[in-house]
């Protein structure tokens, strides 16, 4: 969140919660994000800097397609069109976002996830445990709760009124 915060202050003037949830500063794309270039790229950490942006490159562009086309299919909607850039690849990532994602891969994978871990790895094995699992509880639910005021939201063009306590509620 705090990336698209700052480019859109820089490309645009304005500053902008630039959030994929209803609760905190979060964005899935980008969270989901580092954990795929994690899984897939932490292998390459010891490698030259290269061998990892090119990865960054490919996983993140392909990624990126992948989350448009998913949320197209799933809530009826675009979050995002590059159609009107140079390079793009059907208007879902282009060239250079993909330079940005392996610029991303090489900064996540060489400098900030082997301190964020080295910290994590200082914690006692039971609170790091009761700690991670209470994120990811309220990432879930957050997750959810979200996805539903999403559904809904795309309900109301149809259905404007709601039908029940839960829809009222979202």
């Given at each position: 969140d705090?990336?698209?915060?700052?480019?859109?202050r820089l490309t645009g003037g304005v500053w902008m919660s630039r959030s994929s949830v209803l609760y905190g500063p979060f964005s899935i794309v980008w969270g989901l994000g580092a954990v795929v270039l994690t899984v897939t790229l932490q292998r390459l950490a010891g490698k030259a800097d290269r061998h990892v942006f090119l990865g960054g490159f490919i996983i993140g562009g392909v990624y990126e397609y992948m989350c448009s086309l998913f949320t197209e299919i799933m809530f009826g909607t675009v979050f995002w069109d590059y159609s009107a850039m140079p390079l793009n690849i059907?208007?879902?990532?282009?060239?250079?976002?993909?330079?940005?994602?392996?610029?991303?891969a090489v900064v996540w994978i060489k400098i900030i996830y082997p301190r964020m871990s080295a910290l994590i790895e200082k914690l006692p094995v039971l609170?790091?445990?009761?700690?991670?699992?209470?994120?990811?509880?309220l990432m879930v639910c957050n997750g959810l709760l979200t996805g539903a005021a999403m559904l809904r939201y795309k309900a109301r063009d149809t259905h404007p009124e709601p039908a029940n306590a839960v829809d009222a509620f979202l």
């Open positions: 705090l990336i698209e915060m700052c480019y859109c059907g208007g879902r990532t282009n060239v250079l976002y993909c330079f940005f994602w392996g610029v991303l609170a790091g445990q009761l700690i991670t699992w209470a994120i990811v509880i």
